[in-house]
């Protein structure tokens, strides 16, 4: 197991379209899926894209668990998704808070779907199909950002809505990513 170093914005993998993972079972996906896992755990994120720690490749991991000290955020099941699509199932989109790994101690407000409908495969190569709402449609549509090179700020509307987060939230405690 490792903590890999997270790449920050401005590093021009994150920027880069990430690849298909095309054979599965292997140990390299395994020590890169560890890796992915041990840094996100590390870091107190709630998501983590294998770019983030330079292998631009399509995989991404997130979950939450329940949390009483952020009751909107509600749990996630631990997940472990390569090579995902992402079909918008409304055309509602809503406005709220997002952090990343790779934008440390800031916040904006990020337009998302708030129901999509979820594909890919998991590390063994079988099928993951989810359709899922609010906070974990939001985090899913983070993670696959960064498989095309997107990071949040890009996605905000009002800049007036972007800062940081200790003078953005002074006095609470906000998750890290
Ligand atoms: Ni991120």
């Not at 599965?24 to 983590?48: K, R, S, Y």
């Not at 894209?49 to 952020?70: C, H, M, T």
């Not at 549509?141 to 002074?170: A, K, N, S, W």
Request: glycine share 8%; aromatic share 8%; with cysteine.
């Amino acid at each position: 197991m490792a903590i890999r170093t997270v790449l920050r914005m401005g590093d021009p993998v994150l920027l880069q379209v990430a690849k298909k993972v095309e054979q599965f079972d292997t140990p390299e996906l395994e020590t890169l899926l560890q890796d992915m896992h041990d840094t996100m755990v590390a870091l107190n994120g709630a998501g983590l894209a294998a770019p983030q720690i330079g292998i631009s490749l399509q995989v991404v991991i997130f979950g939450v668990d329940y949390n009483p000290r952020y009751p909107d955020a509600e749990a996630v099941p631990y997940t472990i998704l390569i090579n995902p699509k992402i079909t918008p199932l409304s055309k509602k989109v809503e406005e709220d808070w997002e952090g990343c790994l790779s934008v440390p101690g800031m916040r904006g407000r990020v337009p998302r779907h708030t129901k999509i409908r979820y594909q890919g495969v998991d590390q063994h190569g079988n099928t993951i199909d989810r359709s899922v709402e609010n906070f974990h449609a939001r985090v899913v549509q983070h993670e696959c950002d960064h498989l095309h090179g997107i990071l949040y700020p890009m996605r905000i509307r009002d800049f007036r809505q972007f800062g940081f987060t200790d003078v953005l939230f002074p006095g609470q405690e906000v998750m890290d990513d």
